[in-house]
């Protein structure tokens, strides 16, 4: 899956928008969450998301795909890991990992903020 398709995936979620909270970095938002980590165009083609409400349900990511998953700096404690967009995952696997954390995001979020389509 190319970068702008992520991104396109992203941003086609009810509420979504796009920010820079780092210069260069793209993420995309539901309310005031981050659901997916882009990083920059020019890096790694990855996503970051998350993969499960604690680390060792995440970790299956890695089970399944140690050369293309990884846990996420700072934040993988959390659930969260990296995953490539130019390696053996598949795209509806990449995407129903976004649809996932997305899912999990907005239902963290205060009712005010969350999208109503």
């Not at 604690?54 to 996420?72: F, I, K, N, Q």
């Not at 969260?80 to 129903?96: F, P, V």
């Amino acid at each position: 899956m190319e970068r702008a398709e992520m991104l396109a995936y992203c941003l086609a979620k009810p509420g979504a928008w796009l920010d820079q909270p780092w210069e260069g970095d793209e993420v995309v938002k539901v309310g005031s969450r981050i659901f997916a980590f882009l990083g920059s165009a020019e890096g790694k083609p990855t996503v970051g998301v998350k993969c499960g409400p604690t680390r060792e349900v995440a970790d299956e990511w890695l089970h399944r795909h140690p050369g293309d998953a990884s846990v996420m700096a700072y934040i993988g404690r959390s659930g969260w890991n990296t995953l490539r967009l130019d390696g053996g995952i598949g795209d509806e696997e990449l995407t129903e990992a976004v649809d996932s954390s997305y899912d999990m995001v907005v239902a963290k979020l205060p009712k005010r903020e969350r999208p109503t389509a």
